[in-house]
């Protein structure tokens, strides 16, 4: 009886380290999306910052022209 016990345990634990080997590598999975998601967020991130500029820059030719043509 205490044979068939120890073997059912060896079974337990052999299904528990299989488990922890796939949670493992999925850990490992997530991590590397995770830094690639963190990566185009941060792409995104200086993209929209360079639009901003953008943008700033053509509001302000905008004013300068605006205040040309009300000068006329």
Same mark, same amino acid.
Request: hydrophobic share 35%.
């Given at each position: 009886?205490?044979?068939?016990?120890?073997?059912?345990?060896?079974?337990?634990? /052999? =299904? +528990?380290?299989?488990?922890?080997?796939? *949670?493992?590598? #999925?850990? %490992?999975? !997530? @991590?590397?999306?995770? /830094? =690639? +998601?963190?990566?185009?967020?941060?792409? *995104?991130?200086? #993209?929209? %910052?360079? !639009? @901003?500029?953008?943008?700033?820059?053509?509001?302000?030719?905008?004013?300068? *022209?605006?205040?040309?043509?009300?000068?006329?």
């Amino acid at each position: 009886m205490s044979l068939e016990i120890l073997d059912q345990l060896e079974g337990k634990i /052999q =299904q +528990a380290v299989e488990t922890i080997q796939l *949670l493992q590598l #999925e850990v %490992e999975e !997530l @991590k590397d999306r995770n /830094q =690639q +998601a963190q990566q185009a967020y941060d792409a *995104l991130r200086n #993209e929209n %910052e360079q !639009l @901003k500029v953008e943008h700033d820059s053509w509001q302000e030719r905008l004013r300068s *022209l605006l205040g040309q043509i009300d000068n006329v």
